[in-house]
Structures are given as C-alpha cells and as structure tokens.
C-alpha cells in the first residue's frame, strides 16, 4: 500500500507542474531584437529584374524603416522539367553560382556590401529539401537523392515536378548541402538564411548546419515551418504563422471570428522556446501567386490586419509591393514586373515600423512583453491586449468586423492614453465604452 501511494502522489505531483517551454540553446541575433523582415523578389521588382537595378530601392526601403532583406533565391534555375518560360526560383540547378538573369557574382555582393553600409541585414532562400533536375549532384550523385523501387529519382511528390527530392539518408549529400550553406556566409558575408520546405528537412541536419553557420559568424535563420517546434531549440530563431495567418484570412471573409485570434495564441504561445518567435504577415510570395493578394483575400480588412501582425508577439514581414498597394498576383513562373507608381501604403508601412521600433513592448522574443489579452463586451467582434515593458505600455483595440461596434473595455489601469496615429490624447476609465468604425484599430501608448 505504502508503494502504491508514493507511485499515486508522484504522478499527481507530476501532472501539477506547469508545461514548459523549449529552451533555446542558438544566439539571439542583436539586430532582430526589433527587427522588421522585408521580402524581395528580384525577378519582379524591376523591368530588368537584377541586382544592380534593385539597389536603387535601397534609400526608399531604409527610408520606410525595414531591417532584414530577405532575398528570394539567387541561384541558377534548371531548364529541365522547368515550369513556365522562366521556371521556379526554387528549382536549384547549383548551390554554388548566381542566376545570371540577376547579374553576377560580384553583382550580388556588391548588393550586400551597400546594404550592409546602409544598415540593413541580408538573408538568402535556401532550398535544402530538393534540387532542379539538372543539377551536376543528379549526375555526379544519384545516391543523393530519393528514388522509387526501379532506381529512379523521384519528386517530393507529383505536383513538384519541376524538382528532385533529395536523401538525406546521405552523409555525403548533407555535408555538401552545409559546405553550400557556408560558402555564401563566407564569400558574400550574408547575414543568414530563410529555409524553404524547412519543414521536409532532418532536424539534426539543421542543428549541424547552424552550428558550422554559427562558427563563421551569428545570423539569423526563418524556418519555413510551424509543427517541429524543436526546430526552434538550436537550429531556428523563428518559424511561419501559418495558422495564424489562415485564421486572419478567415476572420476577414466572415469565417471566423476576433476570439480565435484569442484562442490561437493561448493554444499555440508555450511552444516557443525563450528568444524564437513567429514570423507574422498578410501576403508572401505564396500567397500573392497562389491565393491572391491581400487585398483580395482580405478587402477592407488589409490595414486593421497588417496593423494586428505589428503590434501581436512575432516579427513582422512586408512583401515586395505591399507598399505599393499591390492589388495583383504576380505571377510566379513569368516576368511580371511590380508596378512602383502608387507608393500610397508607403507611409502607412512606415508608421507601423517606427512603432515597432520605437516601443520596446513590441520587440520580438523575450526583448518584448507577451501578450495579456483584455476582456471586453463583445469578444466575437473586438480584440483588445496590452504589451508592456519596463515604462513601455500598449494597449491595442480592434474591431475584427464588417460593421461599426460599440464595446465596453474592460482595462487593467485607467489613466491618460496617447493614440499613436492620430496623436491625441484620451483619458480612460478602467471600464471604457469605446465605438469602432468596421474594421478600425486604435493603438494607445503609455511610457
């Protein structure tokens, strides 16, 4: 009886402690702190589509604030089994050179020198989990790569057939694939890697291949991943809010609700280790070309939500174009250049960024404050939450709605409270009746 008891008193003791987190055991790169993403498409940004004529956006981009450019791939696309005229930018043909449609080798780091001059930080694609089909490793290799039962090289499935699936049962395949990793660190001194299909990739190849980054120097790595949260312990700084981001879509379409934006972070908040985050955003590159812009999955929605991804824990991206009011999918196997005329969501962008920047609540991982979400009296429609660190307070009211809204804010401490876009100053009870136009966002800060 006694030895019964003891083993029911140990796992009642055991199911009482608190679930923790993973720990982090990767540096905490010092220029994410509060770090804006930025994705270029080199392709689409200019009629030329090169690195040369790219650099003549850099004062607009550093002028709206960004800080980490996030360059789409820059290696050679394979011709075999190529999709459209131009092919995917994710069909690698040689890890080690430069799409010449983009210019050269020195192009590119002459790129990165200027931006690095300018204070920005610069990340690469990196396509570990397949190859185009004409990669010398395919000739040179074929035990590089997964093949059915008859010794063929196969896709990672057969809608991708524009590429080679590669094995990393191979030593001698992972070793090159970090050898590759290290080379542009080393040659063109970039600031780290943004990993496409991470999640299809081995996590020990990816705590090796951040341990041999990490030797030559620290940077910061974006796994294109949300369910392997140990990717998070030594390999990743940040994943993709994925669910996050179909649950702002949904939310925009009437599908779905302010409250299950709620619910999202406390079902999903315990799974980041200490100094990881999420990567929060409204468009990408897939989703432009393949599920619409933002202004077609999100209409009116677009301000409020870009707002909530600036403001929510996680570090916030902006896609080529979006401030420029981008209002078309770019197409993804062609030409089709970003039309630059409109610059009108440039300086709604540009506020977004400077309260990112400017309010240390906002910051990513542990340099900011979590989130305490704040009852209020119609939760189906309104979001409200409060950040704070140190003196630094935010409280962030949305209405997630196509109608105007009058809701009853229940706040944790009443006082005087600055709006940040319109500047004015209002004194709030701690139960603060508030109306909302469809789909308004005010942001109050306190320090």
Known sequence: MKKLFIIILALIVFACQPTTKPVANI????????????EVNIRQ??????????????????????DILWIMPINPISVKNRKGSLGSYYSVKDYKAINPEFGTMEDFKNLVNKAHEMGFKVIIDWVANHTGWDNQWIVD????????????????????????????????????MIDAMDFWVKTADIDGFRCDVAWGVP??????????????????????????????????????????????????????KAK?????????????APGSFP???????????????????????????????????????????QEAGLKKRLLFFEKDTINWKDLSMQAFYQSLV???????????????????????????????????????????????????VEATI????????????????????????IKLDKWAYRVFVRK
């Open 260 to 272: 299950d934006i709620r619910n999202y972070f406390t079902e999903n908040g315990s799974k980041y």
């Open 141 to 176: 290799h074929k035990d590089w790569y997964t093949q059915d039962s008859l010794g063929n090289v196969i896709p990672p499935n057969p809608d991708w057939s524009d590429i080679a699936d590669l094995n990393f049962d191979s030593k001698h395949m992972r070793r090159a």
């Open 279 to 321: 990567m929060l955003f409204i468009t990408n590159h897939d989703e432009n070309s393949w599920s619409g812009s933002e202004y077609e999955r999100m209409g009116e929605a677009v301000k409020a939500l870009a707002t909530l991804t600036f403001t929510l824990e996680g570090i916030p991206l902006l896609y080529s174009g």
């Open 410 to 433: 229940q706040l944790p401490q009443a006082g005087d409270y600055k709006e940040y876009f319109s500047g004015e100053t209002k004194t709030f009870e701690k139960g603060v009746n």
């Open 27 to 38: 540096p905490f790169p010092e220029r994410a702190k509060n770090a804006v993403l930025y």
């Open 354 to 404: 400077k309260l990112k920047h400017e309010n240390h609540a906002l910051w990513n991982g542990t340099e900011g404050a979590p989130i305490v979400f704040v009852e209020n009296s119609v939760p189906d429609k309104v979001l409200a939450f409060t950040r704070e660190k140190d003196k630094n307070k935010i409280l962030a009211i949305f209405n997630l709605s196509a109608n105007p």
């Open 45 to 66: 940004y200019t009629p030329e589509g090169t690195f040369k004529a790219f650099e003549a956006h850099l004062p607009r981009l550093k002028e709206l604030g960004v």
């Open 203 to 256: 996590q020990d190849f990816w705590e090796a291949a951040r341990a041999s980054i990490d030797s030559i120097k620290p940077v910061y790595m974006l796994a294109e991943d949300e369910d392997h949260p140990d990717f998070l312990k030594k390999s990743f700084n940040s994943n993709y809010a994925w669910k996050l981001h179909h649950i702002l879509n949904e939310v925009a379409q009437g599908k779905k």
